[in-house]
């Protein structure tokens, strides 16, 4: 393979202070000027009026990585965390409650259960609560304080499942309990759920279609679920510029078994969720270290302001490893990854609770 065709999977995974760190954003110089004032078009656009906290799902909108892209590439970032339950969960959760209330699938007098590593149980937490439906949620006991507190203060009840499982420990529980009583529960299973996969591709592939139109090059994502990658994959692929060529999908990967991406699914060591079909859409899967999305996450505060979690900053070193080879091959480009939430996420918090002070 000569140096300047994509990324491939043989090649080492992204990361290395050499390859990603120029000097901090403070040592590099501001490389674009900030507005003088507010933008109130851009205000007035995004200001939007709903019926219900669920209308607000969706529509996220994009940052350019001005501080961080190689010169010639652009690279933006999907802003998924100003979904209202602050993750990119929110689009599957709604997406696979809708329907299966649509079918029939999902009645009042059901429980909504399933396994989550904490972020979709917060957002079936948050629409469960916004819809009237219970919910019930089992999660590896040692996911972060700050996702269980979250869903719990929605009044989701949390069942706990072995640490030393992780999320394939979960969701043998959760089969279990549905097993136990099937006519109790409605068990969306988002690691097959075609609705999962298709909120993306309703909403994510089309709104960066939208935004960014015939210029965008790369779509560069992790796996957890697959449902982004899948479901944006596919819609985009759908896409043909006027030379007829196709935007190229890249799928991300943490390198080992034992990494700390937190969200993201090393294949070989997982089960492998039934909607993850790469032959549909993903041209090459990405190897990503620990340690170059960790130090992602630190340099997009350092140079962007943005504070996201640490499968954010896998996605934006994949996205700049791909963006930095065609830069460095002489080609332009245009790469789109996701923010998939925020970092605070990750916090250990002070437990809500009701305090009053006169
Ligand atoms: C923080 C985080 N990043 C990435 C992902 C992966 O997204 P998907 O499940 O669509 O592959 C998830 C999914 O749970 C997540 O919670």
Not at 178 to 202: G, I, K, T, W
Request: charged residues 25%.
């Amino acid at each position: 393979m000569s140096s300047c065709s994509s990324p491939s999977q043989s090649e080492s995974p992204a990361g290395g202070a050499g390859l990603l760190r120029e000097g901090t954003a403070a040592e590099r110089g501001p490389r674009r000027p900030a507005g003088a004032q507010l933008d109130a078009a851009l205000l007035v656009r995004r200001a939007q009026a709903a019926d219900s906290v669920v209308d607000l799902i969706g529509g996220t909108p994009l940052v350019r990585l001005y501080n961080l892209e190689p010169p010639g590439v652009e690279v933006w970032a999907k802003c998924e965390f100003v979904n209202p339950g602050g993750s990119v969960k929110d689009r599957p959760a709604l997406q696979m409650i809708r329907d299966a209330v649509a079918d029939g699938r999902l009645t009042p007098d059901k429980t909504l259960i399933d396994s989550t590593s904490g972020n979709t149980g917060v957002a079936y937490s948050l629409v469960g609560a916004a819809l009237g439906y219970r919910v019930k949620l089992v999660m590896p006991a040692n996911v972060s304080a700050a996702r269980k507190q979250i869903t719990g203060a929605y009044g989701t009840e949390l069942v706990f499942s072995s640490e030393l499982e992780g999320s394939d420990g979960a969701i043998r529980l959760v089969r279990e309990i549905v097993a136990r009583e099937p006519e109790r529960y409605f068990y969306p299973d988002q690691y097959s759920n075609e609705s999962n996969p298709r909120a993306h591709y309703l909403g994510t592939g089309v709104e960066l279609l939208a935004a960014l139109g015939s210029r965008l090059t790369h779509f560069v994502t992790g796996i957890g679920t697959s449902g982004t990658v899948m479901g944006t994959g596919r819609r985009l692929k759908e896409h043909r510029r006027a030379d007829g060529s196709q935007i190229r999908v890249i799928a991300v990967e943490p390198d080992d078994a034992f990494h700390g991406l937190e969200g993201l699914k090393h294949m070989a060591s997982s089960m492998v969720p039934a909607i993850w079909r790469p032959e549909a859409c993903v041209d090459e899967i990405l190897p990503m270290s620990t340690d170059a999305g960790w130090e992602m996450t630190e340099m997009l505060k350092e140079a962007e302001g943005l504070f996201v979690g640490h499968s954010a900053g896998a996605n934006v070193a994949a996205a700049l490893k791909v963006a930095r080879q065609l830069s460095a091959c002489g080609q332009t480009g245009c790469v789109a990854t996701v923010l998939c939430d925020r970092g605070d996420r990750y916090f250990v918090p002070l437990k809500w609770e009701r305090r009053y002070e006169w």
